[in-house]
């Protein structure tokens, strides 16, 4: 099935929209020329703006949307009042077979409502599921659930498990990627029922060949497995206690750096060296959030990203639309006749 | 109540006992003069051992014990098995309130196992709960549960609380401790019903003025609150995740200072301030996971430590025996009426 658009875009969402918004088309334009955007937002303003940028203004057409949904938003507000929202334009563009997929930069949880209850979820998948790319000694690592889902059964793990082997598949461009479910232990006795439940039922899946079995949490940086998956409670609190101790060392770092004559040549040293890093784990190389088991593409870019930041969110969006990513999700999906449509183990309360 | 020993110590625990044991406790004994230990494993090994060690020799008195639990057997095998074990007389002497408490850097299963079992929980308490201290960006920060109880509900986590609580006033010698529940954002709304129940009780009980509300997990190395209370699974898997971040980091800045002639020179430079940063995040100076909750003092050191490591883990330990810990938690519980006995949420399966 072919759209008019490839992506339908919210130029309204973020803290610096719709200027980054539009500085992040103009270079993913460049780097896929045979994208077609729709431009949601407020048409004096983002016209204005798209007029400067050249490539952009080749591959956008404008839809005007008159209201914007604030970062402070309800996801039941949005729903209710948000309907001529840029938005909701841009999610409603996806539910009508418009565009295949859609960026956003705003407010977290009225995307992910508007888009489960709008765009609404694949009929195989029974709760969609909050991904990202995340950097590891062993190179890039998909993390799902990020926190769609406090609560998880072992088929909703299974689930997740199937769309993230995919991802790696399709996105990462991997062969065979490891997964391996997250768990307080390695050995096959540890954790509570539910992951045991899942774990036996992805040993015997038609991906059982790639489940390396459970994970710990420094399995996650260590590049263990290329696929972690977690309910979205625990992934959630993983994901930000990483970046915190992150944070931590490049605050410390920079203290080192600066705390005397000597250090500071050190650093202007070793600098080169220091940049290559920084460039490296550089969280905007891994900016966008993909909202997976969705009738079409929904990626969140981080609401104070820059142009750079917003353009790779668009990257990870382009590449599931051109992979058929979804296509390929409800094709594994159907190979897993193991899995009962009752959970196996009660959810998470 | 007196105990002839302040602390039982386990001579065979770990990957290098005893001689790391006995290094540690010649450490221990010139920082705790008033300190006597109850030294538990082969006589003729840690005898000659003891010999070499002045210090340590006047503080201690040896009682043999024959077998030793090792690191790979089960908690089950070790309940049945271990009788003659230096772990399970080392737990058997605080059971009979010969000893206030017990150091070990043995198996943690196996130590968690027996110590329930044999030295047995305060009557006020459900479960004990896995305790650390971790380095954050304002100071040293409590967290628990680590991994004692996958599954909690909400009375788990007011209990967790309050043991947090009294930990950070007697250890860390904080007067009004704050403490924070980690959930997925730290809105009143987000989270499960076990949270959020948790958080109810928590803000109308006698600690109620140090509650801060519900942490993320990117709080846990910002050092917002004192005490950081979750379950075992999510805390288990949030510490080894900062742990894995870390070493990531640490890893690729030896990678960086090892890339080029200047980056080598910019290494010896600020190699003073890096030197106080590697000490200030020391493992060595967070060494020592305490089980709270039971009738005596239970520390856990890391198998793989040296003797300045265990020696911190006494020194956790005799600050708790110094501070009768276990009575304060006690007297924290009983004036916590407003905690019904029954789960007020189903626990996580």
Redesign the interface.
């Known amino acids: 099935m072919s759209h008019a658009f490839s992506l339908a875009i919210d130029a309204m969402g973020g803290d610096n929209a719709p200027d980054i918004v539009l500085d992040g088309l103009e270079l993913a334009a460049e780097r896929h020329p045979q994208a077609r955007f729709l431009l949601v937002g407020d048409e004096t303003r983002i016209g204005g703006l798209l007029a400067r940028r050249p490539r952009a203004a080749k591959a956008c057409m404008i839809r005007h949307a008159p209201d914007v949904i604030s970062a402070e938003m309800k996801p039941t507000a949005a729903l209710r009042q948000g309907r001529n929202s840029s938005m909701r334009i841009a999610i409603d563009s996806v539910a009508a077979r418009e565009s295949a997929g859609v960026v956003s930069a705003g407010n977290t949880g009225a995307l992910m409502a508007l888009a489960k209850i709008v765009v609404k979820s694949l009929p195989e998948i029974d709760r969609p599921a909050l991904a990202a790319i995340m950097?590891?000694?062993r190179g890039d690592v998909v993390m799902l659930d990020l926190?769609a889902n406090?609560?998880c059964d072992a088929r909703n793990l299974v689930e997740f498990a199937v769309m993230g082997e995919t991802f790696a598949r399709a996105v990462l461009g991997l062969t065979t990627p490891s997964f391996g479910l997250?768990n307080?232990g390695s050995e096959e006795l540890k954790?509570?029922?539910?992951v045991r439940a899942a774990a036996d039922i992805l040993r015997e899946s038609h991906i059982g060949a790639g489940f390396h079995g459970f994970v710990?949490?420094?399995?996650?940086?260590?590049g263990t497995v290329d696929v972690v998956v977690?309910d979205?409670?625990?992934g959630?609190?993983?994901?930000?206690?990483?970046?915190?101790?992150?944070?931590?060392?490049r605050?410390?770092?920079r203290?080192?750096?600066t705390?005397?004559v000597?250090?500071r040549?050190?650093?202007?040293?070793?600098?080169?060296?220091?940049d290559?890093?920084r460039e490296?784990?550089d969280p905007r190389r891994y900016n966008g959030a993909i909202l997976l088991g969705l009738n079409g593409v929904v990626v969140k870019s981080h609401g104070g990203t820059d142009a750079l930041g917003f353009a790779h969110a668009v990257d990870v969006a382009m590449d599931m639309v051109t992979h058929h990513f979804n296509d390929r999700i409800r094709e594994g999906l159907s190979r897993l006749s193991t899995v009962p449509a009752a959970p196996l183990?009660?959810?998470?309360?």
């Open positions: 950097p590891s000694a926190g406090v609560a997250l307080v954790g509570d029922d539910r710990e949490g420094h399995d996650i940086t260590a977690t979205g409670f625990t959630n609190v993983a994901l930000k206690t990483g970046e915190g101790a992150l944070k931590l060392m605050d410390l770092l203290q080192v750096f705390s005397s000597p250090a040549l050190g650093y202007l040293l070793a600098r080169p060296a220091l290559r890093l490296w784990m183990a009660p959810a998470r309360p």
